[in-house]
């Protein structure tokens, strides 16, 4: 019923870190060019702004569906209160934060365990040394 609402928190929150770890990242940057410091060579790792932003794409990517899918079938409607359940009565809301906590936690917990695996594997990646990247490129 509403299960797509924890991803949907937790992309909001995380793209909220996201945009403030990047405005950091800027700054900092800024900072170091400016006392004529220049990088020797073009930056390559990735910043983890940006890989922030990696987990808010999938999750409101997820959400978006999902939200579709739920206005599809006539669970969620344009008007308030949004959600069929809360006007069924008590036993439908509870049923519907039973689901939240279930489903919902369910999905924002996979997606960030895949966004783990796909950072673990950026960063193994990364770490291994241009000759190596080049033989896998030939």
Request: glycine share 8%; no cysteine; proline share 5%.
């Given at each position: 019923?509403?299960c ?49 932003f ?56 996979l ?28």
């Open positions: 019923m509403a797509f609402a924890v991803p949907g928190t937790e992309a909001i929150v995380v793209t909220a870190a996201a945009l403030l770890l990047r405005r950091y990242e800027q700054k900092k940057m800024e900072v170091r060019l400016g006392a004529g410091s220049a990088p020797a060579e073009p930056q390559k790792k990735t910043g983890f702004a940006r890989k922030l990696w987990l808010a794409d999938l999750l409101w990517g997820g959400v978006i569906l999902l939200a579709f899918e739920h206005l599809w079938h006539g669970e969620v409607v344009p008007f308030f209160p949004f959600l069929t359940a809360a006007t069924e009565g008590p036993e439908a809301v509870a049923e519907m934060l039973g689901e939240m906590a279930s489903v919902g936690v369910t999905m924002a917990v997606v960030t365990a895949v966004w783990v695996g796909m950072v673990l594997i950026s960063a193994a990646m990364e770490k291994r040394p241009d000759a190596e990247k080049a033989e896998v490129k030939a």
